[in-house]
């Protein structure tokens, strides 16, 4: 099942913009990670937030977590031809120890 | 370099066949994952191991089957009970199930 839900499916933006991304989830949550996908590769993991964090920052990514809303936001500032992948959300319970993925949200960035 | 190894990138499979899926990983990380991705969509759990010598299930397990006789290895047999095989493969591991997953460059299965 599959926990996380991405907004919107794709998204493209001239480079130099930022790019909103944002992930709903059903269930309590332990934490909550970002990962970027290459389109034929692996993901990569970008950041975790915990459930007990607001806010976290890396380079040009800023996450939000609102546990009320049950719902996160991942903003990629000053986008670049480069940041072009898909980017997913993904959750892990209080009680489990496994990832549980959204649909992701496909980025183009157009130089 | 540490790192999850997957081969091979490409593999056909014929009707009634088994195949086996490789995945290596050298960062000496206790979990590890196997999933499922088909085209536009998120990655679904097929089988995970928190140790050696024990897996568990996950969301989408028939006609799927894994071993983990030794911490850095955890192949994925696809059997001919699994009738729609054809997607994208992805091995991850972690050091415990709730931390940040490395990923390996996945297999890509078809069907012959």
């Known amino acids: 099942s599959q926990q996380g839900e991405e907004d919107p499916q794709a998204l493209s933006i001239q480079e130099g913009e930022n790019a909103t991304m944002n992930c709903s989830y059903k269930?309590?949550?332990?934490?909550l990670q970002w990962y970027r996908q290459n389109s034929g590769r692996g993901l990569v993991h970008l950041i975790l937030?915990?459930?007990?964090?607001r806010e976290k920052h890396s380079g040009r990514l800023r996450v939000t977590l609102d546990t009320s809303k049950k719902s996160s936001s991942l903003l990629i500032t000053a986008s670049r031809a480069a940041d072009t992948a898909s980017y997913f959300c993904?959750?892990?319970?209080?009680?489990?120890?496994?990832?549980?993925f959204g649909a992701g949200t496909i980025l183009r960035v157009k130089s | 370099d540490g790192g999850i190894t997957q081969s091979p990138k490409y593999l056909f499979r014929k009707e009634g066949q088994n195949v086996t899926l490789s995945c290596e990983q050298n960062?000496?990380?206790?979990?590890m994952y196997w999933y499922r991705q088909d085209p536009g969509q998120g990655l679904r759990l097929i089988y995970y191991s928190q140790i050696v010598n024990d897996f568990q299930k996950g969301d989408i397990a028939e006609g799927y089957s894994v071993s983990r006789e030794k911490k850095e290895s955890f192949p994925l047999t696809v059997t001919s009970a699994q009738k729609n095989p054809t997607a994208f493969y992805l091995c991850?591991?972690?050091?415990?199930?709730?931390?940040?997953?490395?990923f390996g460059d996945g297999t890509r299965l078809s069907i012959l």
């Open positions: 269930t309590s949550i332990n934490n």
């Open positions: 937030i915990r459930s007990n964090e």
């Open positions: 991850a591991s972690s050091i415990t199930g709730n931390q940040p997953q490395h």
């Open positions: 993904a959750t892990t319970s209080p009680y489990g120890n496994k990832l549980v």
């Open positions: 960062l000496n990380h206790d979990a």
